[in-house]
Each structure stands twice: as structure tokens, then as C-alpha cells.
């Protein structure tokens, strides 16, 4: 059964980083799309990144994360991280990562595209 698995949350200071991973199992990541996605506490889920198949090679970021995130793949690790810098309170969310077979023609896909999900790990910012 194909399954996603993160780790890597907690908590950090305004200014911080965090090092997210999000491990597969029961299937190749690398033939898989990923999304990156945060939910904070009464908002809705909000897509973070994207990142193509190992194949194509490249990331999408949203405006909240253009510039203060990295994602990466480790296929030896079949994980993709998420490195994230500088991050603010409005950052503090559950951190998820979902995969999907997926072409990323334009944008970022829905939440609803992927059909692999991770449990999601707690991120939080404050002093």
C-alpha cells in the first residue's frame, strides 16, 4: 500500500529554519508528482510547492514560499524535503506532502489531484 510519511516539524524562532522530509513507501517518489501543502489553524489548506517527477526536474513555489523554500528530492531515500528559511508565525501550520501522477503543465494542482497523502507534521513559529 503506498503510503507518505513526514517528519522534520517543530518549533523555531521568527528568523529559523526547518528542515521537512517527506519519505514514500510502496512506490517510486521519483515517478510521482509532489505537493507541498500547510493548513493553520481556521484557514483552509493552502498549496505551498510543487515538484515535478525526477524525469522533468524542477519546482513550483507560491508567493508565500518563492524565495524562502527548497524542496529537493533524495530518490536514493525515495524522500523529497523541504528546506524552509526565514520563516515568520505565518508559517505555524501542519505541514503535509501529497503524490500524484501528475504532469505540472501550469501552476501548482488542487488538493485534490494527488491521491497519496502524508500525515502531516506540525510547524511552529514564535518567540
Known amino acids: 500500500q503506498p503510503q507518505l510519511a513526514e517528519s522534520g516539524g517543530g518549533w523555531v524562532q521568527p528568523g529559523g529554519s526547518l528542515k521537512l522530509s517527506c519519505a514514500a513507501s510502496g512506490f517510486t517518489l521519483a515517478d510521482y508528482a509532489v505537493g507541498w501543502f500547510r493548513q493553520a489553524p481556521g484557514k483552509e489548506r493552502e498549496v505551498v510547492a510543487c515538484v515535478a517527477t525526477s524525469e522533468a526536474n524542477f519546482a513550483r513555489y507560491r508567493d508565500v514560499a518563492s524565495g524562502r523554500f527548497t524542496s529537493s528530492r533524495d530518490s536514493a531515500k525515495n524522500t523529497v524535503h523541504l528546506r524552509m528559511n526565514s520563516l515568520q508565525p505565518g508559517d505555524t501550520a501542519i505541514y503535509f506532502c501529497?503524490?500524484?501522477?501528475?504532469?505540472?503543465?501550469?501552476?501548482?494542482?488542487?488538493?485534490?489531484?494527488?491521491?497519496?497523502w502524508g500525515q502531516g507534521t506540525q510547524v511552529t513559529v514564535s518567540s
Open positions: 501529497a503524490a500524484g501522477r501528475l504532469q505540472l503543465l501550469t501552476g501548482c494542482p488542487d488538493a485534490g489531484e494527488y491521491n497519496v
